[in-house]
């Protein structure tokens, strides 16, 4: 999966320091989800067109370094905010990049889509926490209590209001990723969504209400997606995924009396209990869904 870096390591503990020449730094533009970039097909060529089921490639990526702004966009480096560390290289934000007017040759905006694939794989990761704080600091801008202008915390990564002393956290969803068994362990209910860009097979997923457990969260998504009781909620693995500001959590479960689909249409536009015979190779294997589906498909 995506965060599956060892031996490297994201270091997400909070320890600012001053750039250093061979530090990442990070820039997006919120319209269209895009990073700055340079990205090389397998032959070593500049990738020239999107990533997609239909054009596989791995991409290899190359991410702006400080020394890259020092010598060309010297006047920004006040504005770069300390992230996390990927082992020893420091990663920064450049807190003032949030649409595309910015240039740094050599390098263009391209989705962050290529960090599900892209390598090296620890810095993909680092650039999807990278978006998920990214987008959390362009939102998280006046006291929601007080209304003054934020001000980042010194000693941990929060925004501190100095009028109120009001104190807000990165905001993290959790979300629930489920793999239903039919009763004879066989079959799987695989999905497509209706009305999102991803038309890729899925699993049932919905994120958590407050006050319902998570075990909760997977018994409501699956009545409410396809209409079927489930037993034995067993919990897989998760996964942080930045790309949505979430947390997954997957858990395996298996339906409980009628096996007949009753699909919500607005949510989904298929449904259907698939043989394990019948999954099929799965391109990519970053996400979460995409093991559980390969894994209930190599073991049951
Ligand atoms: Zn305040």
Same mark, same amino acid.
């Given at each position: 999966m995506l965060q599956d870096i060892a031996p490297h390591h %994201?270091?997400? =503990?909070y320890t600012p320091a001053e750039p250093q020449e061979d530090d990442l730094v990070f820039a997006f533009s919120d319209k269209g989800k895009k990073a700055l970039l340079r990205a090389f097909d397998d032959t070593g060529r500049l990738l020239d067109r999107p990533v997609t089921d239909e054009y596989p490639v791995i991409p290899k990526l190359l991410f702006p370094r400080v020394l890259d702004y020092r010598s060309? %966009?010297? +006047?920004? %480096? +006040?504005g770069l905010r300390f992230l996390f560390r990927v082992d020893e290289t420091a990663v920064f934000l450049d807190? !003032?990049?949030? +649409? =595309?007017?910015m240039a740094l040759p050599g390098y263009t905006w391209l989705s962050t889509r290529l960090f599900r694939r892209g390598l090296p794989q620890e810095f993909s990761f680092a650039g999807a926490t990278a978006w998920h704080l990214s987008e959390w600091y362009r939102t998280t #801008?006046? &006291? !929601? #209590? &007080?209304g003054a202008p934020l001000k980042p915390d010194l000693k941990e990564r929060a925004m501190r209001c100095p009028s109120c002393s009001n104190i807000i956290y990165p905001r993290i969803n959790p979300a629930v990723i489920i793999g239903i068994r039919s009763a004879d362990g066989e079959r799987i209910i695989l999905s497509r969504y209706a009305d999102r860009p991803y038309k890729g097979r899925a699993l049932i997923a919905g994120y958590c209400e407050i006050g319902e457990t998570v075990e909760e969260t997977v018994a409501r998504e699956v009545m409410e997606e396809v209409g079927l009781h489930v037993k034995d909620i067993t919990y897989y693995r998760s996964q942080p995924w930045g790309f949505d500001s979430a947390l997954l959590m997957g858990f395996y479960c298996t339906v409980d009396g009628d096996e007949a689909i009753k699909r919500d249409p607005g949510e989904l536009a298929e449904a259907w209990w698939c043989p394990r015979s019948e999954i099929g190779d799965l391109i990519g294997t970053s996400s979460l869904t995409n093991e559980m589906i390969a894994r209930f498909r190599d073991n049951g």
């Open positions: %994201l270091h997400i =503990e060309q %966009l010297p +006047d920004r %480096l +006040d807190t !003032g990049a949030y +649409d =595309e007017s #801008r006046f &006291c !929601g #209590r &007080c």
